[in-house]
């Protein structure tokens, strides 16, 4: 469809650099992160916009995994971990002493590579955590299970068979399911932590479209280490390697003029 230059998109990239505190979900600063001895995050410091979706992407190992959990504690769960730094949502910091941790990880929901619905049937799987949190009225537990598959794009596929098994589901809809039992309970941000990697190709789309309309109601931080994905789903890239942050940009300026040589040579396949 022909559209004139007036309706052309010139909108410029935010400055992540720069990024003014309303618009920030999560301000990650002086991030240091040990496992026992080993330093495996070196002083990481950057901003996450709200209401994007914002990519990390590096060789196997670099320590995006380890940087995703940091956003919802879940470090705290490996022993002999240890953190050092500030990472505030909306401006708070998460590691105060007074933070529940149940409720942060209700507000920063995770789907992790391999989808892992809950043994249930998939109306259970979505209103899982709005059970935990005591809902126990039907209709508003049938309506909050229709929005969340519906956000996940999932609704036309299940809507008759809402008490069947989730695990009979296949693996591109288990992943979309787990994607609406995060979204049920209607999280700030959404981590996804390679959500696409044990997809088939289709299956696969399904889910980049779907991030494409999740962005309109949260902040999205992907991992992947599929480039191609980076560049076409998300709106700022961070490449990572060996623990620090080498170059983070609008998406992009990352992926046609890196300013620093290492990033030109992850994209171009030089390191890998
Ligand atoms: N639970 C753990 N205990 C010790 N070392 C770990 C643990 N998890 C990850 N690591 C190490 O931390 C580094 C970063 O890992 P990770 O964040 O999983 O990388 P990525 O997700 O980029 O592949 C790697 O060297 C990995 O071996
Ligand atoms: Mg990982």
């Known amino acids: 469809m022909y559209s004139s230059p007036a309706t052309i ?6 400055d992540v650099a720069n990024l003014p505190a309303g618009k920030t979900a999560i301000e990650i600063e002086n991030l240091n992160l040990f496992y026992r001895q080993k330093q495996v995050l070196h002083d990481i410091s950057m ?5 994007k979706v914002t990519a990390f992407i590096g060789p196997s190992g670099c320590g995006k995994s380890t940087i995703m959990r940091s956003v919802n504690r879940m470090n705290d769960l490996i022993e002999g971990c240890k953190v050092e730094g500030n990472i505030r949502l909306l401006g ?3 590691y105060d002493e007074e933070v529940d941790v149940s409720a942060l990880r209700r507000r920063i929901g995770m789907v992790f590579q391999k989808p892992n619905p809950f043994p249930k049937t998939i109306y259970e799987n979505v209103v899982f955590g709005l059970r935990l949190q005591g809902i126990r009225n039907s209709r508003v537990l049938d309506d909050c299970c229709e929005q969340a598959l519906r956000g996940a794009g999932l609704w036309d596929e299940v809507k008759n068979r809402l008490h069947e098994n989730a695990v009979n589901l296949a693996a591109g809809q288990q992943q979309r399911l787990v994607i609406a039992r995060a979204i049920a309970i209607e999280p700030e941000v959404l981590l996804l932590d390679e959500p696409t990697s ?5 299956s696969t789309l399904t889910i980049e479209e779907l991030i494409n309309d999740l962005k ?3 902040t999205v931080v992907i991992v992947t280490h599929n480039m191609q994905q980076a560049a076409r789903v998300s709106d700022y890239t961070a490449f990572v390697h060996m623990g620090r942050i080498v170059e983070y940009a609008d998406t992009d300026t990352v ?3 890196p300013k620093e040589k290492k990033t030109e040579d992850y994209i171009t396949g030089r390191i890998g």
């Open 92 to 94: 708070k910091d998460i």
């Open 255 to 257: 992926f046609t003029s």
């Open 216 to 218: 309109t109601k949260y």
């Open 9 to 14: 998109n010139v909108l410029k990239p935010l």
């Open 198 to 202: 044990s997809l088939d190709p289709i």
């Open 47 to 51: 901003r996450i916009p709200k209401g």
